[in-house]
């Protein structure tokens, strides 16, 4: 899971030429919101050969841990795949992702860092209101292992006040920056009750990996035929992803699987 940077917020006071690109950014902001309102609708329009969800699997909110990368399973069937995508929400790729989603009556998890939670509430919530489950993915998307104790636990904490801003509760779940556990940070979610997520399956979606669609279905359609199924981790800011992710989805139903929603409760 290639390392990414938190960009910078924009600084007051900017000149002329920023302003006017500015509006330019204003009008494809619009642009990912009216895409994003319209996904969270589109679920009535499925066609009768869609992917569609086959059941809610819900989980208690209780300190627990899955993903056989590193832990046990989910109380899964042979067959039976759940999608989580990590990194969002980016307004280049979000409104795409829940379109795609939407068409193929599909849910999913998305384990978002609290950085851009904060940069984009709105799209944070209309991950919501189109019917899938927000989960935390570090504030920063930090390299864990290479900070102190105390840093770990401050963007733990920043992360956690992130996303309990926006959508009024705390996370409950959460899936550590490049699948890098620590003991400062496992103690701290042990303590609030969070549920660890790992994965089952990862398609190496991020560079310096060949990004192009066929090699990404690819790799999916080889990680499952190993594992039967299971929790499968894509991640939604990028683009190449976004743009595969059509191919993705029919690839999981040309292949029989069965997509599992979780919740937690």
Same mark, same amino acid.
């Given at each position: 899971?290639?390392?990414?940077?938190?960009?910078?917020?924009?600084?007051?006071?900017? &000149?002329?030429?920023?302003?006017?690109?500015?509006? $330019?950014?204003?009008?494809?902001?619009?642009?990912?919101?009216?895409?994003?309102?319209? @996904?969270?609708?589109?679920?009535?329009?499925?066609?009768?050969?869609?992917? $569609?969800?086959? +059941?809610?699997?819900?989980?208690?909110?209780?300190?627990?841990?899955? /993903?056989?990368?590193?832990? $046990?399973?989910?109380?899964?069937?042979?067959?039976?795949?759940?999608?989580?995508?990590?990194? /969002?929400?980016?307004?280049?790729?979000? /409104?795409?992702?829940?379109?795609?989603?939407?068409?193929?009556?599909?849910?999913?998890?998305?384990?978002?860092?609290?950085?851009?939670?904060? +940069?984009? &509430?709105?799209? /944070?919530?209309?991950?919501?209101?189109?019917?899938?489950?927000?989960?935390?993915?570090?504030?920063?998307?930090?390299?864990?292992?290479?900070?102190?104790? #105390?840093?770990?636990?401050?963007?733990?904490?920043?992360?956690?006040?992130?996303?309990?801003?926006?959508?009024?509760?705390?996370?409950?779940?959460?899936?550590?920056?490049?699948?890098?556990?620590?003991? @400062?940070?496992?103690?701290?979610?042990?303590?609030?009750?969070?549920?660890?997520?790992?994965?089952?399956?990862?398609?190496?979606?991020?560079?310096?990996?060949?990004?192009? #669609?066929?090699?990404?279905?690819?790799?999916?359609?080889?990680?499952?035929?190993?594992?039967?199924?299971?929790?499968?981790?894509?991640?939604?800011?990028?683009?190449?992803?976004?743009?595969?992710?059509?191919?993705?989805?029919?690839?999981?139903?040309?292949? $029989?699987?069965?997509?599992?929603?979780?919740?937690?409760?």
């Amino acid at each position: 899971m290639g390392r990414r940077t938190v960009h910078q917020p924009v600084q007051r006071g900017r &000149p002329a030429r920023q302003r006017i690109r500015a509006g $330019g950014e204003m009008k494809s902001w619009c642009f990912v919101m009216l895409l994003c309102a319209a @996904a969270a609708n589109a679920a009535a329009d499925c066609a009768p050969d869609a992917l $569609g969800t086959s +059941r809610v699997l819900t989980l208690k909110r209780e300190y627990a841990a899955y /993903g056989t990368v590193q832990h $046990g399973p989910l109380p899964l069937e042979k067959g039976e795949v759940v999608l989580t995508f990590d990194d /969002g929400p980016n307004p280049e790729t979000i /409104g795409g992702v829940l379109r795609t989603l939407a068409s193929q009556c599909v849910k999913a998890t998305f384990f978002m860092t609290g950085a851009n939670l904060a +940069r984009h &509430p709105e799209l /944070g919530r209309l991950v919501v209101q189109a019917g899938h489950t927000p989960a935390l993915h570090s504030f920063a998307h930090p390299p864990l292992k290479s900070m102190a104790a #105390s840093e770990q636990l401050a963007d733990l904490a920043h992360g956690m006040q992130s996303f309990t801003d926006v959508f009024g509760y705390a996370p409950a779940a959460y899936r550590f920056p490049f699948l890098e556990e620590t003991p @400062a940070i496992l103690a701290q979610l042990k303590e609030h009750k969070v549920t660890v997520a790992s994965i089952d399956v990862g398609i190496e979606d991020y560079s310096p990996n060949d990004m192009r #669609s066929a090699a990404l279905v690819g790799r999916l359609v080889d990680r499952l035929r190993q594992t039967g199924g299971g929790i499968v981790l894509m991640h939604d800011a990028n683009g190449p992803t976004a743009e595969a992710l059509p191919a993705l989805l029919k690839a999981i139903h040309d292949n $029989g699987y069965k997509v599992v929603h979780l919740r937690w409760e």
